[in-house]
């Protein structure tokens, strides 16, 4: 695959933002546009700027046809706390096993996810239900995000993201 230029607003402060506690949706589509969603279980931004966002492949069939279909993908990225959020698209995502690191960055995401939840006054086992998965029936979504977008609530919402100064 030819490199990519990564984008002037992919910065460290979104990675990083990216890669922490946040709550991750992903949404597809399939050719009569019919949508499919799913939860993340993590994410991974290389130096590059591949982005891979990990799921749970029982839960995620359609997602993953559909991704597998057109090779496109919005992420939403979301502090439950503070309300953040920030949305990326792809469009030329694909599917893939995990590897040794992937695996590890979801076991970290589960447990900066689950003291997110904990801190709010939940129980450990209510977040730890939701992100619960099979090790080896979970799958990679690999993108390099060409679009991103400020999706936090208020008048910024919508716009789309530009390189902090």
Not at 50 to 69: A, C, F, K, M
Not at 94 to 114: H, I, K
Not at 129 to 147: D, V
Request: hydrophobic share 40%; aromatic share 6%.
């Amino acid at each position: 695959m030819a490199t990519r230029p990564v984008p002037d607003w992919f910065d460290a402060d979104r990675t990083a933002f990216m890669q922490s506690g946040v709550s991750i949706s992903l949404g597809a589509r399939d050719g009569s546009l019919r949508p499919s969603v799913t939860r993340g279980l993590g994410c991974r931004v290389l130096p590059d700027g591949e982005v891979r966002v990990y799921v749970d492949g029982p839960l995620s069939q359609d997602l993953l046809r559909d991704v597998g279909g057109n090779a496109q993908i919005a992420v939403v990225f979301s502090d439950i706390v503070r309300h953040r959020t920030l949305q990326v698209k792809a469009t030329d995502a694909r599917v893939q096993a995990l590897d040794a690191d992937d695996q590890q960055a979801v076991d970290a995401y589960v447990d900066r996810f689950t003291a997110v939840v904990v801190e709010l006054g939940y129980p450990e086992s209510v977040p730890r239900a939701l992100l619960a998965s099979e090790r080896l029936a979970r799958a990679a979504i690999a993108c390099h995000p060409h679009e991103g977008f400020e999706q936090t609530p208020g008048p910024q919402a919508g716009q789309r993201l530009e390189p902090t100064r």
